[in-house]
């Protein structure tokens, strides 16, 4: 009876796992097909995926376009979620679920509607137009986050302060937004994760710069190779990495 | 470093809930006030009307004799001390301490000068480089008080300062606001729901009921001859005895006591429960006998029950000594001062 829900747990995370473990397999493959049998490992394809520009100019564009945007986002999303929920606005309701109404719609109809807006504005298409696009993607996300920690419970402390003489600004900056980095810690992590393999949006709105998952997308067009799977490796060991970050500095605080 | 506060005829509303309704009050500078009231008496909004958290409907706001009644809290010379301390939990406690200054635009080592003697004040010196969350209850609530005071306000609003403390502590707070109190001489301005603690720490009570001051004046005073029946039950129990004013004085079912200069009509008596068995007093109301009595230590708690009218219980404190068994007979003698008469029918 013990066993069984150990087995329950190791198909689970099987369940999940799994397709990200082969693909990581082999990654290591020695040979030019990334299928059974494995005869590695061997490191010969992160050699060439490290040496290819293309790749690692590819993975400069996604970071700086996911900080990037995630940044803008969640500076919007702050102030969005301060305003209201510090002031007693008209329609606040309404402004609410437009803020956050975008995390409904799709990804292909956002990037579709921008794509549309951007050429007829005569923006040219560039790693800033995707940029955007992620913008509207991860604003509602920041928002909702930042604005369900805006308790009341850190309102007394910013009365006190704008009662010491505090200018709005000065209350934002030295006093809302230090009470809540966690939270906006939280939020730019998790824009950063989504921003970083987003592909539909980054494919709409990019054109000679791109970024990691178009590439990946323009090279499967040549078919399954190990370099694919070592340029997935290195995508999973971003995101690994983003989460181990996130976790020892986020909620390792939250907890004490 | 102190000023005076006047409020002129003040009346809020928070839609149709009447908070204040034309408070009018004169505070002297470096006077300790408490305003004191249950929850719901106006007694919070009261103090964000003179903190500038609140702008009142109407009436008038003064502070060393200028009007500031819409000017913001940041320029007022108030500062407020919030229930919860509200203390900023990302700075240290000098920080915490020195961001009045700060915001003054004063120079780093001169406010950490003035933020370390403030600590010192409050007895918690060797700890500014600490964070607030390393710091029990009490201690907070020094450091609240350090940070309201480092900025040397004319008036100190302190909203239930006490409330989340234990009792002990409670206690020795209360003391130390007070000294701290003489030593600064600024003006403070105490909300609280504890008569107990209105009575330690303030050199004049404002008791708060609905929106209206029932009764001011120094806590001696306010507890022995209240205003009004509200204030009497407020500040203490209260033994109520119904009456009826007439020519010959206030007649109860005790029998006739002095009531000059009253109203004929229904009334109320109200004696305190330390006052009704005081050997030697002026007045009696006869004999009563112990219905169940309690040992506390500093008195002993009875249930009574009078000759003349059995049904009636009565509270007292007797001196402690032997705790009386019950159907013991006691008498009822309390002096002249310890009477209160108040027109209408009791609660």
């Known amino acids: 009876m013990r066993a069984l829900p150990w087995l329950y747990l190791a198909l689970a995370f099987g369940f999940i796992y799994l397709p990200v473990g082969t693909l990581v397999l082999f990654s290591f493959q020695d040979s030019t097909l990334p299928v059974p049998p494995f005869d590695g490992p061997s490191l010969r394809w992160y050699r060439e995926v490290l040496a290819d520009d293309d790749v690692t100019g590819a993975l400069l564009h996604s970071l700086a376009v996911a900080i990037g945007a995630s940044a803008i986002a969640v500076l919007l999303g702050f102030l969005a979620a301060n305003g209201l929920a510090r002031h007693a606005l008209p329609g606040s309701a309404l402004i609410r679920i437009l803020l956050i109404a975008p995390l409904m719609v799709s990804y292909l109809i956002v990037g579709l509607g921008l794509l549309i807006v951007l050429t007829r504005m005569g923006l040219g298409l560039s790693l800033v137009t995707a940029g955007i696009g992620h913008v509207v993607i991860n604003l509602p996300l920041a928002f909702a986050i930042l604005y369900a920690s805006m308790g009341a419970q850190h309102e007394n402390a910013e009365r006190a302060a704008r009662d010491l003489g505090a200018g709005e600004s000065q209350v934002l900056c030295l006093v809302t937004a230090p009470m809540l980095a966690p939270a906006i810690a939280a939020a730019f992590f998790l824009s950063v994760t989504l921003s970083w393999d987003e592909f539909i949006i980054a494919f709409l709105l990019t054109r000679f710069d791109i970024t990691l998952p178009v590439e990946i997308w323009s090279m499967l067009r040549s078919g399954l190779s190990p370099r694919l799977n070592a340029i997935g490796s290195v995508v999973f060991l971003v995101s690994v990495a983003l989460v181990i970050l996130f976790e020892l500095t986020v909620l390792r605080r939250r907890r004490r | 470093m102190t000023a005076s506060v006047t409020l002129d005829g003040v009346s809020h509303a928070f839609g ?22 249950p929850s719901g008496c106006g007694k919070t909004t009261l103090l964000s009307v003179l903190g500038g958290f609140v702008m009142p409907d109407a009436g008038g706001v003064r502070i060393g004799g200028v009007d500031m009644t819409r000017v913001p809290p940041a320029r007022r010379p108030t500062t407020t001390m919030f229930q919860d301390y509200a203390l900023f939990p990302h700075m240290s406690l000098r920080d915490n301490v020195a961001f009045g200054l700060r915001m003054a635009g004063m120079g780093r080592t001169e406010r950490h000068r003035r933020a370390d003697a403030k600590l010192d004040l409050v007895g918690l010196r060797a700890d500014g480089a600490k964070r607030p969350h390393e710091l029990s209850g009490g201690q907070r609530q020094r450091v609240a008080l350090a940070r309201a005071l480092a900025i040397e306000p004319d008036v100190l609003l302190l909203d239930e300062p006490l409330g989340a403390l234990d009792l002990k502590l409670r206690r020795a707070m209360q003391d130390e606001l007070k000294a701290i109190q003489r ?6 301005i105490h909300v609280t729901h504890d008569q107990e603690e209105a009575m330690a720490i303030a050199d004049r009570i404002v008791v708060m009921n609905a929106g209206r001051i029932e009764d001011e004046g120094p806590p001696a005073r306010v507890y022995r001859m209240p205003a009004s029946l509200f204030a009497a039950d407020f500040m203490g129990e209260m033994n109520h005895i119904p009456a009826t004013v007439s020519a010959t004085g206030a007649e109860t079912p005790l029998g006739t006591l002095p009531a000059a200069g009253l109203v004929p009509g229904p009334a109320t008596v109200c004696i305190r429960p330390e006052a009704l068995c005081q050997p030697g007093g002026a007045l009696s109301l006869g004999e009563a006998e ?11 708690r009875a249930h009574l029950s009078p000759k003349a009218a059995p049904e009636m219980v009565l509270v007292a404190h007797l001196s402690p000594g032997e705790v009386p068994s019950p159907g013991a007979v006691v008498s009822l003698t309390l002096s002249a001062e310890a009477l209160c008469i108040f027109e209408g029918d009791s609660a």
Do not use: K, N, Q, S
């Open chain 2, 183 to 188: 030593l600064v001489g600024t003006t403070f």
């Open chain 2, 290 to 300: 112990v219905r169940d009595a309690t040992f506390f230590g500093t008195h002993i």
């Open chain 2, 16 to 37: 149709t809930f009447h908070a204040l309704r034309d408070i009018t009050l004169e505070v002297g500078a470096g006077e300790y006030v408490a305003l004191l009231g």
